[in-house]
T-cell receptor, first 110, second 116 residues
């Protein structure tokens, strides 16, 4: 069964620190990977996508992909209390098939 | 990307009744998805809906309970039939849409359903 695994957390970091969120995936055929942010009571919001090995930066966010290790991570620099949310990792596994992790809850402490 | 709207945003329904949730997207998309999410829980895929064909349901979900329509490339409905309190959840519509070079999945704002 194809899976995406994340630590459920909560991951607590102080304001201004770097938050590091990780996920692993089981399907080696997955080509696209995504990070969604979900605030309590809201729907998931796509914040980062990554398709090739290496790093992809967008503002305070950096996504990292290592296909050999089947590992995806999201770094949030200068974490703010407004970053407190659940972060979902997803892999696109075949046409129209998205596999979601269960999410990591991040708490940024002021 | 894609902008998705859902109606209603929330509803409180009586046991045994049915509710139809509408999902509208601002661009033509091939595939739409319906998810359910209990508070504090992860996403559970109910079905995928391709325009012009029957929806494909995930294990544990059946068409009689969750009939889906997909009449065109921008619209879909999910009906929750013969509701019970166990159907209380957030129902999310999402689409697979082209974002630059690749396709990505975007979510609507959700419908919060409470069944009494």
């Amino acid at each position: 069964q194809k899976e995406v695994e994340q630590n459920s957390g909560p991951l607590s970091v102080p304001e201004g620190a770097i938050a590091s969120l990780n996920c692993t995936y089981s399907d080696r055929g997955s080509q696209s990977f995504f990070w969604y942010r979900q605030y309590s009571g809201k729907s998931p919001e796509l914040i980062m996508s990554i398709y090739s090995n290496g790093d992809k930066e967008d503002g305070r966010f950096t996504a990292q992909l290592n296909k050999a290790s089947q590992y995806v991570s999201l770094l949030i620099r200068d974490s703010q209390p407004s970053d407190s949310a659940t972060y979902l990792c997803a892999a696109r596994s075949g046409t129209y098939k998205y596999i979601f992790g269960t999410g990591t809850r991040l708490k940024v402490l002021a | 990307s894609a902008v998705i709207s859902q109606k209603p945003s929330r509803d409180i329904c009586q046991r045994g009744t049915s509710l139809t949730i509408q999902c509208q997207v601002d661009s033509q998309v091939t595939m739409m998805f319906w998810y359910r999410q209990q508070p504090g829980q992860s996403l559970t895929l109910i079905a995928t809906a391709n325009q012009g064909s029957e929806a494909t349901y995930e294990s544990g979900f059946v068409i009689d309970k969750f009939p889906i329509s997909r009449p065109n490339l921008t619209f879909s409905t999910l009906t929750v039939s013969n509701m019970s309190p166990e159907d209380s959840s957030i129902y999310l519509c999402s689409v697979d849409a082209l974002a630059g070079v690749y396709n990505e999945q975007f979510f609507g704002p959700g419908t919060r359903l409470t069944v009494l």
